[in-house]
């Protein structure tokens, strides 16, 4: 572990809960004092849990609450070094290569060249070299850290345990300062033990029915109380279903804000069913959706979908909002 000096953030807990309230994500204790930790130990959070329960969110709202300047590391299949941490300008070093063999009359040696070349001005810094390098207060985030390939996941274990890089032709570039990092994972693949040996855990599952209303309450504009109420119950009774993918909150948000725009103030089965598309996301989770709702606007049974009853879908640990992909 780095001995940098670390200056906290936050003074407690509630702090942390408060404030992210007033940027509208509603976290309970477990998330409030998971920041809080990292913040207070500077170690980074590995957040786990499915896609669009507010695990990206988190991270963005973590820095707007606290104003610091949030950097995105998005990762993908094949994603290397030079697009996560840094590489060098090739088209620059040929140029001044070229110009430099014109100036070999005065008595210039590839050394100098050499030596010229692999300088910061030819460096280009991608987002963990820049946030490492940054001297005001920074938000890391990389996000879906488990679709990278084990290797590439290998680069992030010298930033995260010692808050530095190597760079062979410029040695080792230390930060003056810890960044707040998170990392974000939709559990398509186990991470690696020395990965999350280095980082505080947080699991962000879907929210209890209450806490999902208050989320649309908070993150919906128009909306009524009943509206929410019928929403998060519908949804919450479409997740115990078998699907190929259960609705996300994001995906709640978004089709509470089309059942508004529509001008929907009790939505009823067929009203529903014309709207799952925004719900769900493949024609055999719809087809399968649409008939529960069909069979349960000719039946009262408990734990249907019929607006107005509760599910009994997966509890977990609440939070608002979605991120610009949903994690």
């Not at 957040?47 to 606290?66: C, D, F, N, R, Y």
């Not at 001297?135 to 488990?146: C, G």
């Not at 529509?262 to 069913?273: M, P, Q, T």
């Amino acid at each position: 572990m780095t001995d940098i000096d670390i200056a906290p953030r936050f003074t407690s807990v509630g702090a942390v809960r408060d404030g992210l309230r007033q940027v509208q994500y509603l976290a309970d204790e477990g998330i409030a004092g998971v920041v809080y930790l990292a913040d207070r130990l500077g170690k980074p959070v590995l957040v786990e849990g499915p896609a669009g329960t507010g695990k990206t969110q988190l991270a963005k709202s973590v820095a707007e609450m606290s104003g610091a300047r949030l950097i995105r590391l998005q990762c993908y299949e094949g994603l290397d070094e030079s697009k996560a941490l840094y590489e060098w300008n090739y088209k620059k070093q040929l140029l001044r290569i070229q110009a430099q063999r014109l100036a070999e009359d005065s008595g210039a040696s590839w050394s100098d060249i050499e030596e010229d070349i692999f300088s910061e001005e030819f460096l280009l810094t991608r987002p963990l070299l820049e946030a490492i390098r940054a001297t005001e207060p920074v938000v890391l985030l990389i996000d879906e850290v488990d679709r990278v390939e084990v290797e590439t996941e290998a680069l992030l274990l010298e930033i995260l345990s010692d808050y530095q890089v190597s760079i062979p032709e410029l040695g080792t570039v230390a930060a003056t300062q810890i960044p707040m990092v998170f990392l974000t994972s939709n559990n398509t693949r186990e991470l690696s033990e020395a990965l999350k040996r280095r980082c505080l855990f947080l699991h962000i599952d879907y929210p209890q029915l209450e806490r999902e209303k208050e989320i649309v309450l908070t993150r919906v504009p128009g909306i009524s109380d009943h509206l929410a109420d019928q929403i998060v119950r519908i949804v919450r009774s479409i997740r115990t279903l078998e699907l190929k993918k259960h609705p996300s909150v994001s995906e709640t948000l978004d089709w509470a804000r089309t059942l508004v725009l529509l001008g929907i103030e009790s939505i009823d089965a067929e009203e529903a069913k014309q709207t799952l598309h925004i719900l769900l996301k493949y024609q055999s989770d719809i087809i399968k959706a649409a008939k529960e709702l069909a069979d349960d606007g000719n039946s009262a049974r408990p734990g249907g979908l019929r607006p107005g009853t509760a599910g009994s879908g997966t509890a977990g640990s609440g939070a608002a909002g979605s991120g610009g992909r949903g994690t």
